[in-house]
């Protein structure tokens, strides 16, 4: 089950102060949803919507304190069930597969992880075309690959893969070629795979 976010994690001057009042929203809201739907045989835990992506500014040592106080109330009201967050690969900023597997080191690291929430990367094939090219594919490796390796340092929690099925061409769906070769790439590293991309905001088209 998601929870609800909030578009202001996208204001560099509110990260320091607003990290912990986006935890106790997203707390709130996680026992919200608990308490409505725990009596639900399709309920299997929480999806954590923040999109915390790849920087060079250390944005996660904040991002940090949301997680964690959702972790906290987690623990008191549904300790039983997992949480899952998707970190991906932002373009704004130029790194390596070096400065990734960096970053991904210290998001696991100050994060309270259970040993069965799941760390389950955006594979950043949305940025592609509808059909791979090798770059393409060398790129969601080498991310991939980084988040990992990164995730086996300190071992903390499981490790999932969160394909996209959309495209950069706005509104175009990958193709069955690239989603079988997405899957191909996504069971070196995950123990578990899963999508929200469908109905994201790059939708296949609706006749």
């Known amino acids: 089950m998601g929870l609800a976010a909030s578009d202001l994690w996208w204001k560099n001057d509110l990260y320091k102060e607003q990290c912990e009042k986006w935890g106790a929203y997203q707390a709130e809201t996680a026992g919200m949803v608990y308490s409505a739907a725990s009596g639900y045989e399709c309920f299997k835990g929480f999806y954590m919507p923040f999109e915390a992506y790849t920087n060079t500014y250390g944005y996660e040592k904040y991002w940090s304190r949301t997680f964690n106080v959702l972790i906290e109330k987690l623990n008191s009201v549904a300790p039983q069930y997992p949480l899952i967050c998707s970190p991906y690969k932002s373009s704004l900023y130029r790194m390596s597969k070096d400065?990734?597997?960096?970053?991904?080191?210290?998001?696991?690291?100050?994060?309270?992880?259970?040993?069965?929430?799941?760390?389950?990367?955006?594979?950043?094939?949305?940025?592609?075309?509808?059909?791979?090219?090798?770059?393409?594919?060398?790129?969601?490796?080498?991310?991939?690959?980084?988040?990992?390796?990164?995730?086996?340092?300190?071992?903390?929690?499981?490790?999932?893969?969160?394909?996209?099925?959309?495209?950069?061409?706005?509104?175009?769906?990958?193709?069955?070629?690239?989603?079988?070769?997405?899957?191909?790439?996504?069971?070196?590293?995950?123990?578990?795979?899963?999508?929200?991309?469908?109905?994201?905001?790059?939708?296949?088209?609706?006749?």
């Open 99 to 207: 400065s990734v597997y960096s970053f991904a080191v210290r998001f696991i690291e100050n994060i309270n992880f259970r040993a069965y929430d799941i760390i389950a990367p955006q594979d950043g094939s949305g940025s592609a075309p509808p059909d791979f090219d090798k770059a393409s594919e060398q790129n969601v490796d080498d991310f991939l690959s980084a988040f990992y390796t990164a995730s086996q340092k300190q071992v903390k929690c499981r490790f999932g893969v969160n394909i996209e099925f959309f495209s950069k061409e706005k509104g175009e769906f990958a193709t069955a070629t690239r989603i079988a070769k997405q899957r191909e790439i996504a069971n070196r590293y995950a123990d578990v795979i899963l999508s929200f991309s469908y109905s994201h905001y790059y939708a296949p088209k609706i006749g």
